[in-house]
């Protein structure tokens, strides 16, 4: 907590000295200010500015920077500054970003700036951003970039130390070579450190690494995050179908997408339509927007249970005493299905569950249930029996049903994540609000069907 405080001071600091130095246009002093700080650094700074100071601080930035400290502003920042500076700076700006973030960038902005800054863009520039926008969005395609060091197997160790001094400034990375034959497939990898302690007359095909994994273009981004987390690596290639090499991506994109597929899933297990903006950045329109979808589907799926309550009146007329414990075996059904659902789900997520495993799951969770279920009730059963001093058959109904109520609520949490994603959704979306509603209505029919039986009603 200390260290995030003293990176928040430090944050306000720079902006008190960069809005002071603007304020009194010592621009020589406050260019010096922000060469000596890093590019993260003066991106955090600049969220924090007017639209009118952010566009004088771009324009006081080395333009060995700006393309650096524009790829991390938000795309709202993003489209102010480019739409604000001339084609020629603005086509500047696009050359000069890694062609996967420039990709990124033109997909939020519209079709007509687009296509304006794609033509003053150059030609190079045009054909590798054009390259990465025809793949599906959230695919491997869609992510990598296209600068990366590429080598032949006939080489020598000088000839690639050569070429990676010509090409290297303009890669995402060097320490990862990627080796390609004559049709540009994808041979073997060399690190640039075994170049380094290689004699400079040895061969490349003969110290290159050939056992080499590699991504798939059309590859999901989450099963990209996976490959990342199982080979550690921080960078994998990426080839298309036919083992051609078209891209790398690196551990810092792998980052950005457990981030976003996190959200994501956390906003599905709430009953929200996902978002790609932050909370404070979204309007509240446009966050009623989010909501309202899955709260009209769970407030009339939840009418079921108002008629199964209503269709039992004659019951609770009897016996009133039954309706005060409707909320809590309703509220104990719901939490023990989403603690089941969200293990599951999670366990899907990292690809540690799969549909052959669904008899284990049910097995298990089904012992788990008894047990939860089984200590509930007993202490349930104390507190009526004590407190509320209620009659034996009362408690007895009302301890049975929360025992049945877990079982389940525990068995269809486990169960309608995996049947969902074998069905080919997200398994998310089976969270707890929508397991809970499930789980109210067999609740409260176990609840009166035991009722029925012991009380005789």
Not at 281 to 294: H, L
Not at 397 to 424: E, F, S, Y
């Amino acid at each position: 907590m200390r260290d995030k405080e003293v990176i928040i001071m430090e944050e306000i600091r720079d902006l008190e000295i960069i809005r002071e130095l603007l304020g009194d246009r010592q621009y020589t002093r406050l260019r010096q200010r922000m060469t000596d700080m890093n590019i993260v650094d003066i991106a955090a700074v600049m969220e924090e500015m007017e639209e009118g100071e952010l566009l004088k601080i771009f324009r006081i930035l080395p333009k060995s920077m700006a393309a650096d400290v524009f790829s991390y502003l938000e795309v709202e920042n993003q489209q102010f500054i480019i739409t604000s500076l001339s084609d020629r700076e603005a086509a500047n700006i696009i050359n000069n970003l890694m062609a996967d973030d420039a990709a990124d960038f033109l997909e939020e902005m519209p079709a007509n700036i687009v296509k304006k800054l794609l033509a003053n863009a150059s030609p190079e520039t045009r054909r590798d951003i054009n390259h990465l926008l025809r793949y599906p969005e959230d695919s491997a395609g869609s992510i990598m970039t296209v600068e990366y060091v590429d080598l032949k197997e006939s080489m020598t160790v000088e000839d690639a130390i050569q070429r990676i001094r010509q090409v290297g400034v303009d890669s995402e990375t060097i320490n990862i070579c990627y080796v390609l034959d004559a049709k540009r497939i994808l041979v073997g990898t060399v690190a640039l450190r075994y170049l380094l302690i290689s004699p400079s007359d040895a061969v490349i095909g003969e110290i290159m690494h050939e056992n080499v994994i590699y991504l798939n273009t059309m590859m999901d981004q989450e099963e990209v995050a996976r490959q990342f987390q199982k080979y550690d690596f921080t960078s994998m290639p990426v080839a298309d179908n036919e083992g051609r090499l078209v891209g790398i991506i690196t551990v810092d994109d792998v980052v950005d997408i457990l981030q976003e597929e996190a959200t994501e899933d956390i906003e599905k297990m709430a009953a929200i339509v996902p978002s790609d903006k932050p909370y404070m950045k979204t309007g509240v329109f446009e966050t009623w927007k989010k909501r309202i979808p899955w709260l009209l589907l769970l407030m009339i799926s939840a009418t079921f249970t108002g008629r199964i309550i209503t269709s039992f009146e004659d019951a609770l007329s009897i016996f009133p005493i039954l309706t005060a414990f409707i909320p809590m075996l309703m509220d104990t059904g719901g939490n023990a299905g989403g603690q089941a659902s969200v293990t599951i789900i999670r366990g899907l997520s990292l690809n540690e569950i799969v549909y052959a495993d669904v008899p284990k799951i049910l097995w298990k969770e089904l012992r788990v249930a008894l047990m939860c279920g089984a200590t509930l009730s007993v202490a349930y059963f104390a507190k009526l029996m004590l407190f509320d001093r209620v009659g034996l058959n009362v408690a007895l109904v009302v301890c049975l049903t929360l025992i049945a109520a877990v079982a389940i609520a525990k068995m269809i949490g486990c169960t309608l994540p995996v049947l969902a994603k074998r069905l080919g959704f997200d398994p998310a979306v089976m969270a707890s609000p929508f397991i809970t509603t499930i789980v109210d209505a067999f609740s409260l029919l176990i609840y009166f069907a035991i009722a029925a039986e012991v009380l005789g009603i």
